[in-house]
């Protein structure tokens, strides 16, 4: 099973370089707002237009509370965050409300984040079930806050081996993001995700606020494509 890049981009020039390097998923989020947080309308539109089809293109939206619908361009995915929802008892049925008035193609994504406590977000194994009983196109597990931290210090391996488990038995892809260099990468490729989503692994000298790297792109690619031995598929 290959394993895909999804790359985070802030604009066009960014999404041609990301393409260049061999991204399998273009998605548009401008990181000064958030772990998702939304471009403006104009820059997701700039970006499908330069993509041209030659690679799908997913736009994070923000966070549900915030209640902004999807821009008027085709995109293949959108997501928003569940932040300062895990309070609220009906957070299934407003994100389930938001993708209903997604645009015909447009399939919503449901985002767990790892670090669900300090996001007052809903626990991974909740938006797991919800997505996997509505087989919504995909289930994304990010971390909310971008700090020092990522993905395996809040959530173990087997962790998200169960979770990505469950997701594999409702037939619903599986994206891992969370702050991820060639190490966690190199973790995380026996888990076999869909996807692995990165930014600041992408962008010249490792933050996430820089431009895209065309280079630093191609060796993540690479990296993913490499074949898995048995002893790393055994994890």
């Known amino acids: 099973m290959m394993i895909d890049l999804l790359v985070s981009v802030r604009s066009a020039a960014e999404a041609r370089a990301a393409l260049a390097g061999g991204a399998a998923l273009i998605d548009v989020k401008e990181p000064r707002r958030g772990s998702l947080g939304r471009a403006d309308d104009e820059t997701i539109a700039a970006v499908v237009r ?4 030659r690679r799908p293109v997913s736009a994070a939206l923000g966070e549900l509370t915030e209640q902004r619908p999807a821009p008027a361009c085709p995109l293949a995915y959108v997501k928003w965050g569940l932040a300062g929802c895990r309070d609220q008892s009906d957070w299934a049925g407003e994100l389930t409300r938001a993708a209903d008035l997604l645009p015909p193609g447009c399939r919503p994504v449901a985002v767990a984040y790892a670090d669900w406590r300090r996001a007052g977000a809903p626990a991974p194994t909740e938006v797991c079930a919800f997505v996997a009983n509505r087989r919504w196109g995909a289930f994304l597990i990010d971390t909310w806050r971008k700090d020092s931290t990522t993905l395996l210090d809040w959530l173990s391996l087997d962790e998200l081996r169960e979770l990505r488990g469950h997701c594999r038995v409702a037939g619903v892809s ?7 260099g060639i190490g966690q990468l190199r973790q995380l490729r026996p888990l076999r995700p869909d996807w692995v989503a990165v930014r600041g692994a992408a962008c010249r000298g490792g933050r996430r606020t820089a431009s895209i790297d065309e ?3 191609r060796r993540l690619a690479d990296l993913l494509r490499e074949p898995l031995t048995a002893a790393t598929r055994a994890g």
């Open 50 to 53: 330069g993509v041209a089809g």
């Open 174 to 180: 599986v994206a891992l993001a969370g702050s991820l």
């Open 215 to 217: 280079d630093r792109v």
